[in-house]
């Protein structure tokens, strides 16, 4: 039953909705004309039974009025006369009037009427026809009774009723099924139609995938707004499909050239006589390019990720992953002298460099690194400086050990002077004192060469001195030379720099010195000052004296190089390259601004890198 | 056939006998008050239907209010002269009355005075009804026994027609004494003088 039932509603469910609009209509048509017919034939049954119960009252009591005096005067025919105008009354089938004392009196009998008066009113109405409704009523003259009134009709005007409101509710419903299929059809060409058409501009769309496709809007009501929607979604769909078939094809094209980018990078690191690699964001190398795997004599596969390591020198591995990690962590480039084994086992030192390449929008997308082979040139580093090494030695203990014979040329030149100048002649005195002169000059000459020696040396590991007290130290050694000259030294405020406080002081002394020494009429001005330079302080001593031509500011620097005859102005000409040779010890440089007659600047500069770290850097490429 | 059903074929028989002989009695009875019924006065018969009538003129009546003595005077029956009802009239307005008023049934032997009288009923035996019913004034009934009465003025008169008690009735005599009689009256009435 309840299957039956589901299987008739998905059945209605799966018409069309033109045959379900009809069907809807007829339903409601026939269910409103029934449900209404027979209301009011239910309600009129009631009413009309009463009404009917009314009606034979009335014409009770009429008849009842009007046979009093018949009864009163004993006059059956009159009654009788009486009561035929009843027959006018054809559903009433009888009517009997019974005298007070219960006999018959005067009769009414429809023709048809299959039942007559019972002969005393005592006698209960005949139960034949059991439709009929019986009226008794006294008859009443002065209060007092004088006969009864029995009537008895029948409830065929009902049954006529129903019969008519039945043939109305029939007729009606036909007239109105035959307006609900007119109107079905109307109905179907408003409603069924559009959603017709939207179904195939549906299927249309879907069979062709042609999102141009729209569809007629035939009405302003819900299914035209839904028409409306439904060609704003086509076009919305329409545009985005454009859209992605636009940006497929910028795919394709950009995938076409980030490939065409990656076989013409290849192809260049392939050329190339150096390794190049290239890593993931996250540090994983995937690509090595041939150069390694030839060097190494394994196979990509081996040395990809962090495969790499098996190569490293072992001493080499702890500082190149903390590198490599501390890159990738910052994005700063990666900077490395390490050593690689290669396929026979020897390690090669090499220069290894790695950047990040970043995209729009600062986001590392890959690194590139490349590594270049420098084991004989560092070797060559190794042998210069070797051969430095011991020109330095040389140099210092020559110079230390000539000090001690100099010392007596001088010393005893000096005796001889002031012990045998009578015995000497005019002309023995005169050598004598070339003899003391030269004893002199060569004494400071190796004293000199001793201070420059000592300049390369790195004196433990330098602290951070103050520059302004260093050169407060400086002017009270040199204070007896700036009041000779009535100079005048000025210094601005002096910030705390990395170096050994000696050495610093050997600058300042060697750069005021050659201040005051290289004057010209006027007293000299002298001015000291420091500037920051980001990554350096840049110191500054400023003289009014005579001034470098500039063809000798590269010149000046070296080792007895000398612009002027002795005669003029004393000096070892050791002085510039001793500070040369410091501030570059600290990773500084030096250099000098001026013209004849214009006064000299002397600039270095300092770094604020701790030494610690540089000479870190330093040993390693030492090394 | 059970016990119970040979119980009340026998009880049905005692029935059907006990019946057949209070039948018997019965008819037997009847036919003793049918010959005393004949042998009675067939007189009296007729007087207790003519009893009966003018009572019952009295209810298809409209008196006016001046045919009375008082509100609440009774309607007065007057029978002048000889009383041919033997009583009956008296029996049957026991416990009767008319719009309110009590009945009453007089006996008069001369002409009655003003609002004593409602209904008058003159016997065969009266003499001169014509002075009588000219005498009259208004506000009574008249009611005779004889063919002529109505042509002397009176307003019923009784007939027997094939055995049967019947009226005639003059409503113009009636309404020139200020009565009205009922249309029902007039419809079983045998004649209606114009």
């Known amino acids: ?623 | 056939m059970d016990p119970v059903n040979q119980i009340r074929l026998r009880q049905r028989r005692q029935y059907t006998r006990r019946f057949l002989r209070n039948l018997a009695v019965l008819l037997s009875l009847l036919a003793g008050l049918w010959q005393r019924v004949g042998a009675a006065d067939e007189q009296s018969l007729e007087y207790q239907v003519k009893a009966a009538f003018l009572l019952n003129f009295a209810k298809f009546t409209e008196w006016p209010s001046s045919a009375f003595r008082s509100a609440d005077a009774p309607l007065s029956i007057c029978i002048l002269g000889d009383d041919p009802f033997d009583g009956v009239l008296d029996q049957m307005i026991r416990g009767e009355a008319i719009n309110g008023r009590k009945l009453a049934v007089l006996q008069i032997k001369r002409q009655p005075r003003p609002q004593t009288c409602q209904v008058l009923f003159m016997g065969k035996t009266q003499k001169d009804i014509r002075r009588t019913l000219a005498d009259l004034g208004s506000g009574v009934l008249t009611v005779g026994e004889e063919e002529s009465f109505l042509r002397e003025g009176g307003m019923i008169t009784f007939v027997i027609e094939n055995r049967r008690t019947r009226f005639d009735v003059n409503p113009a005599a009636a309404d020139s004494a200020g009565l009205k009689l009922s249309s029902k009256l007039l419809s079983v009435a045998r004649t209606v003088k114009k």
Not at chain 1, 293 to 314: A, C, D, K, R, V
Not at chain 1, 332 to 346: I, K, Y
Not at chain 1, 513 to 526: C, V, W
């Open chain 1, 1 to 623: 039953m309840v299957n039956r039932r589901r299987s008739s509603l998905w059945s209605f469910r799966d018409l069309p909705i033109a045959r379900k609009l009809l069907i809807t209509l007829l339903a409601t048509l026939t269910a409103a004309l029934v449900l209404s017919g027979a209301g009011i034939l239910i309600a009129d049954s009631l009413l009309f039974r009463g009404y009917l119960q009314n009606d034979f009252d009335t014409l009770a009591q009429i008849v009842a009025d009007n046979t009093t005096a018949p009864l009163a005067f004993n006059d059956p025919r009159a009654a009788a006369e009486t009561l035929a105008a009843l027959k006018a009354r054809t559903h009433l089938v009888i009517a009997c009037i019974y005298r007070v004392n219960g006999t018959l009196f005067a009769t009414y009998r429809r023709p048809d009427a299959l039942y007559g008066c019972p002969s005393s009113a005592a006698q209960p109405p005949t139960e034949r026809a059991g439709g009929d409704q019986t009226i008794s009523r006294p008859i009443l003259l002065t209060g007092r009774r004088i006969g009864t009134l029995v009537l008895r009709y029948d409830l065929a005007q009902i049954a006529e009723r129903r019969a008519l409101y039945g043939a109305m509710v029939l007729g009606m419903l036909l007239a109105s099924s035959i307006i609900a299929v007119l109107l079905s059809s109307r109905l179907r060409a408003i409603i069924a139609m559009p959603i017709a058409q939207l179904v195939n501009a549906t299927r249309a769309v879907a069979d062709t995938a042609d999102y141009g496709i729209r569809v007629q809007k035939l009405s302003e009501d819900e299914l035209g707004s839904l028409v409306d929607r439904f060609n704003e979604m086509l076009s919305v769909i329409q545009s985005r499909d454009d859209h992605l078939t636009t940006a497929l094809r910028d795919l394709e094209t950009a995938l076409s050239e980030a490939e065409k980018a990656r076989k013409r990078f290849h192809f260049m690191a392939e050329s190339m006589p150096q390794k190049i690699f290239t890593a993931e964001p996250s540090g994983n190398i995937d690509y090595f390019n041939q150069q390694w795997t030839e060097f190494t004599g394994l196979s990509f596969e081996q040395i990809q990720n962090w495969g790499w390591t098996q190569f490293i020198h072992p001493d080499d591995l702890e500082e190149n992953i903390r590198l490599w990690q501390q890159s990738i962590a910052t994005g700063e480039p990666f900077h490395l002298q390490h050593r690689f084994r290669r396929a026979d086992g020897v390690y090669r030192w090499h220069l290894s460099r790695a950047h990040a390449m970043r995209d729009a929008q600062g986001k590392i997308s890959m690194w590139i690194g490349s590594n270049t082979e420098i084991h004989e040139q560092k070797e060559k580093e190794e042998e210069l400086r070797r051969a430095n090494d011991d020109l330095q030695q040389f140099a210092y203990s020559a110079s230390h050990d000539l000090q001690e014979p100099i010392r007596n040329v001088a010393v005893y030149s000096e005796v001889v002077a002031r012990r045998y100048s009578k015995v000497l002649d005019a002309e023995g005195q005169k050598f004598l004192g070339f003899l003391t002169e030269g004893g002199r000059r060569l004494a400071t000459l190796v004293d000199d060469l001793l201070a420059y020696t000592r300049a390369g040396a790195v004196e433990g590991l330098p602290g951070t001195v103050n520059a302004g007290s260093v050169l407060q130290q400086t002017l009270a050694t040199l204070g007896e030379a700036i009041r000779e000259n009535h100079a005048i030294v000025t210094a601005d405020p002096l910030p705390e720099v990395h170096i050994g406080e000696a050495h610093l002081q050997q600058v300042f002394q060697n750069l005021i010195g050659n201040a005051l020494k290289y004057r010209n009429e006027d007293s000299p001005r002298i001015h000291i000052s420091a500037t920051n330079q980001g990554a350096a302080w840049r110191f500054a001593v400023e003289d009014n004296g005579i001034g470098i031509d500039p063809q000798y500011k590269e010149k000046i620097f070296g080792v007895f190089k000398r612009l002027h005859r002795e005669q003029k102005y004393g000096g070892t000409g050791i002085g510039l390259a001793i500070c040369q040779r410091v501030v570059e010890r600290y990773g500084g440089r030096i250099w000098v601004d001026s013209a004849p007659g214009k006064g000299a600047i002397f600039y270095f500069t300092l770094p604020h890198l701790a030494p610690q770290a540089r000479s870190t850097a330093t040993d390693s490429s030492a090394g």
